[in-house]
């Protein structure tokens, strides 16, 4: 073996005189958290470390020999032989820093004093005074290295070649040892789960395999249902999950022996209990001397693990039964099916709770989970909650473009990067699509709660690799703090959800807590829903009309069908404060295909309409859910045939949601919704005419009108505010929507017209219709009918 001395590991030129580099290594974070996986970072000794440090230091000739681990800032000596203080030090400060972000296989210094990176270093400088320092990198099996073995001297020395290979060898061994502890507890961990399987009882020896009772009752239940003329002295069942018996019993019918509690004795005391393939029978006597007992031992397998023994003592085993074997057998065969029943309950019981695509708990089981917190009255103890909802963004997105398989990937990922950071009680749930609730429990000291937010949003969101391709996970969140027994779950959630649709609305932008003005909204819409829900019920939506004029003679031509709602005390409640719960509550296409019907009912039955004024309609809004169905046209032609009322009589609205559903233009382009434009093709030739409602408030431009069938352009009531106030700004605005409808050859309905000077202007521009409180207020039906006589008689 070659002795010569190694060289000195090189120096980084960046660094200047006593500085350690503090740039981490390559996959820092991964290193860490195999690091944390092995539960080391604690200052409990280990004897078989220290033993080794101490051989290692004697071997090499050297005072010091440590191992230590290199957590985020700190470095934790685990163990040590020889003196040396403190065990934790600055990660800024340690040789181990520079060791473990060296290529080299060994890291080695001579002399400190003539090495710029320690010759001010506090360890060069003070106690302990290293002159001579080196070490090998403790690398895991899967290449994250932890810590580093390394030997410390108080003078200047050389590593031999014979000494850096004892010494990769000892790192090694540190390794393998630390490896096949953490196995140890891990395989710990796995068989705490399955005692809580097999510790559950099963059945008398008559039901076993048809009737499932917990597994410890059912290894009782079988001791004490023994039948007593197999010939057995004493019996008892080992459940070796737990290591727990049923207790030692002996046979009602035969004499007292005074030898078999000695021989039970006598088991116990050997090192190891029965690992047995097959039955079998051993002689045992409880000493020399004394008379032969069979000791018979029957196995309870499942799925190749041995879950329970049990165990009989009789006088002699030839005297014995043949069929006793036999009988045994199948006790433990039927033991056997319920165990593995148990096995199946729990995997489907797993699965009924759990969602197969991300594999987080399902709404039912979380909230199952929040509940029982709730009851238990945590809220009132030393813990505060965070309730977040929170959905991805552009999820169906991502399926599209990528394949279903990615979008189940990114679902694995957030319940992945979720467990990571929960713990305790912390617990996510998925709800549909890429929405989850998220349940944080905050213990003393508290964080506050933008810290947690903070870091639920950086730990949850980021980029994600699926392939080749780089998925960017952003998220809508919602989330509602929880200081006292507050509401129910499910109250809880539904506010957790609403704050984050506000951010899916626009309302808010990333995240949005439910304070108090979020909690009066939700409990507010939560009210309207049960108004609207109770209204619809007990037939109290109405119909009002507002008259619709020539604004060159006042002369009334049509009415707009406005909804009404009568609330429970008798208020009148106007459209703009229910119809988003209609729409939350999907009543809209019910409501519309009523409104449509009670119109043409109207223009049937009350023909004097249009005997006092030929040309009078009735127009009214249609949702965008009901128009953008494929055959509304024939629908609603037929229903216009079947009441008789003439084509000209009704007038359709549309919104500009109907043309750009949810108010976006996907990709900065105009959409082309071709059943749209079938149906306003169809009715516009059947002889019905269409207005475009709101006309200049969201996103219409010359492209929308010039692509669909509209007749008419209803100007919003926002643009009038500028004529009695002189606004030069709005009444340009509102010249150039009145020129954009004149050159389109739509004619114009202005809406919210309260002033003569409003009106007159309006006509200059070439308006020629409108509405509002100057000629008219919503009123019922009869009220509108005595206005038309009065007008023309």
Known sequence: MNNEPLPSSPVNKSSTAGEIPSSPTPYEEERLSVLQSFDLLNKEPIPILDILCQYTATHCGVPTAAITLVDREKILLKSVAGVIKPLEIERTTSFCANALISREKVFVVPDTFLDPRFASNPQVTQEPFIRFYASVRLTTTTGQDIGCFCIMDTKPGTLSEDHAEFLTGMAKQVIKYLEGEKTKKDLARLLLLEKEVYNKLLLTSANLASVAPTFDEALQSMILHLDPKLGWLSARIRNMQTGGTTGITYNPILPEDPELPLLWNRLDSQSSHPRLEVPQTDFINSAPLRPEYSHLVVPVRIRERLVAVMEFLYPDHRNADPRIRDVFNLIAANLSIVAERELLNIDLKYKSEHDHNSGAPNRELFVQRLDRILQEGSLMSNRKLVLFCFDINGFQSISDDFGYEAGVEVLREITRRASKFCSGDD????????????????????????????????????????????????????????????????????????????????????????????????????????????????????????????????????????????????????????????????????????????????????????????????????????????????????????????????????????????????????????ILINNLKVMKDYGIKVSLDDFGTGYSNLQIIAQ??????????????????????????????????????????????????????????????????????????????????????
Request: proline content about 3%.
């Open 427 to 674: 617990t996510i749930g998925r709800l549909v699509g890429g929405e989850f609730l998220l349940l944080i429990h905050e213990r003393e000291p508290y964080s506050s709660l933008e810290l947690t937010i903070k870091r639920v949003t950086s730990n949850l969101s980021g980029e994600f690799q699926y392939g080749d391709a780089s998925i960017d996970i952003q998220l809508s969140i919602g989330c509602v703090a929880l200081g006292s027994a507050e509401g129910s779950s499910a109250e809880l959630i539904r506010r957790a959800e609403e704050a984050m649709h506000r951010v899916k609305n626009g309302q808010n932008r990333g995240i949005c807590v439910a304070d108090e003005q979020v909690t009066r909204e939700f409990l507010y819409k939560r009210a309207m829903n049960r108004t609207v829900k109770d209204a619809v019920k007990n037939n109290r939506i109405s119909l009002y009309y507002q008259p619709i004029v020539e604004l060159a003679t006042g002369r009334i031509v049509g009415a707009e069908a406005l909804m009404r709602l009568v609330n429970q005390d008798g208020k009148l409640l106007e459209a703009k404060d229910f119809i988003d719960s209609m729409h939350r509550m999907r009543l809209l296409g019910q409501i519309d295909a009523w409104v449509i019907s009670e119109v043409l009912l109207i223009l049937k039955e009350n023909k004097s309409f249009r005997d006092m004024i030929p040309d009078f309609y009735f127009s009214h809004n249609v949702t965008p859910e009901v128009i953008c169905r494929e055959d509304f046209h024939e629908h609603f032609i037929a229903q216009v045939e079947r009441s008789g009322a003439p084509a000209n009589g009704i007038h359709i609205e549309i919104t500009e949601q109907s043309i750009i559903p949810n108010n976006q233009i996907p990709n900065n382009q105009i959409p082309n919704n071709q």
């Open 708 to 793: 669909y069938p509209v007749d008419i352009i209803k100007i919003d009531r926002s643009f009038l505010t500028g004529i009695v106030s002189g606004n030069t700004v709005m009444n340009n605005l509102l010249r150039s929507i009145t020129d954009i409808a004149k050159n389109f050859g739509c004619s114009m309905v202005a809406e919210g017209i309260e002033q003569q000077a409003e009106a007159e202007h309006l006509l200059s521009l070439g308006c020629t219709h409108g509405q509002g409180y100057l000629f008219g207020k919503p009123m019922p039906l009869k009220e509108l009918h005595a206005l038309v006589m009065k007008q023309s008689g």
